[in-house]
């Protein structure tokens, strides 16, 4: 499997797994969601808010890439997020609503990137203003991680509250190869 069809992969993966933790989260009260149960952003609402930001943030990063990716114009046009825990919403339908947004732009402009375009060295500045340069390609795996990192949170948030997310592993993904 080269990079690209990694990279796309991720993207399958992360609109696969989204669209599974969201329908779960549905099944919750807003109260629930907003309910704080002592994760790293506090509730289940604040993590998958977290994500959606944390997400805003890196695709406003990845926009500034020297190949100017036409799927990422609308990522452009937002404001940047002013905290790693900011609410951009307040209920679960809005905030899908947003997920399902970003992971169709995610989806799209993955399928977009050239090997090429994994080599450069993007040049950012972190949310504490530090400034980086780092290899596009290990900052997308960061980003897919991250993703991953905390949607496992929102499960198992999930499941401690008796909603089953089902199968979340990678695995289920990954195509057979005819040995």
């Avoid at 604040?46 to 805003?56: C, E, F, K, Q, S």
């Avoid at 947003?98 to 500045?125: F, G, K």
């Avoid at 949607?151 to 592993?169: E, K, N, S, Y």
């Amino acid at each position: 499997m080269s990079c690209i069809e990694h990279i796309s992969l991720m993207a399958n993966y992360n609109s696969w797994m989204n669209a599974k933790l969201y329908s779960a989260a549905g099944q919750l009260a807003t109260e629930e969601l907003l309910a704080d149960r002592g994760a790293f952003f506090g509730s289940i609402l604040g993590t998958l808010n977290h994500i959606v930001v944390a997400d805003t943030i890196w695709l406003k990063r990845f926009a500034a890439h020297p190949g100017q990716h036409f799927a990422l114009e609308p990522i452009r046009q937002l404001p940047a997020p002013v905290s790693l825990d900011q609410l951009l919403c307040t209920d679960i339908s809005s905030l899908a609503e947003r997920r399902y947004w970003l992971d169709a732009i995610i989806t799209t402009w993955t399928q977009s990137l050239t090997e090429t375009d994994l080599d450069h060295i993007l040049p950012y500045t972190n949310t504490k203003g530090i400034p980086a340069d780092k290899v596009f390609f290990s900052l997308l795996m960061h980003f897919f991680n991250h993703q991953t990192h905390h949607r496992g949170q929102a499960t198992t948030l999930l499941f401690q509250l008796g909603i089953d997310v089902g199968v979340t592993d990678l695995l289920a993904l990954i195509p057979n190869q005819v040995a």
